[in-house]
């Protein structure tokens, strides 16, 4: 079993910047972000592996970074430049002994 919680979403205006964290109750290789709105399926943001290598969607290329702190057990998803596009519910996810893990999702709402 895994836990995930995730935790930093909120309200910006376009331009600004936020950070959502991810914290998982034990230490997992492949972890990421997705995120999903009414009317689009989840889709990927950003995923990163133990040895910090990453993979981004080509909508938040530049303007997202995904990291993590392997002491800690926490990935993080440094958010800027936030566009209206970026509203959505935004889920950690990660996968442990071949079965995918969600946390309960944060909402980030983006107003122009």
């Known amino acids: 079993q895994v836990q995930l919680v995730e935790s930093g979403g909120g309200l910006a205006q376009v331009g600004a910047s936020l950070r959502l964290s991810c914290v998982a109750s034990?230490?997992?290789?492949?972890m990421g972000w997705y995120r999903q709105t009414p009317e689009k399926q989840r889709e990927l943001v950003a995923r990163i592996t133990l040895n910090g290598s990453t993979d981004y969607a080509d909508s938040v290329k530049g303007r997202f970074t995904i990291s993590r702190d392997n002491a800690k057990n926490t990935i993080y998803l440094q958010m800027n430049n936030l566009e209206v596009d970026d509203t959505a519910v935004y889920y950690c996810?990660?996968?442990?002994?071949?079965?995918?893990?969600w946390g309960r999702g944060t909402q980030v709402t983006v107003s122009s």
């Open positions: 034990r230490t997992i290789d492949n």
């Open positions: 996810h990660s996968q442990y002994q071949w079965v995918a893990y």
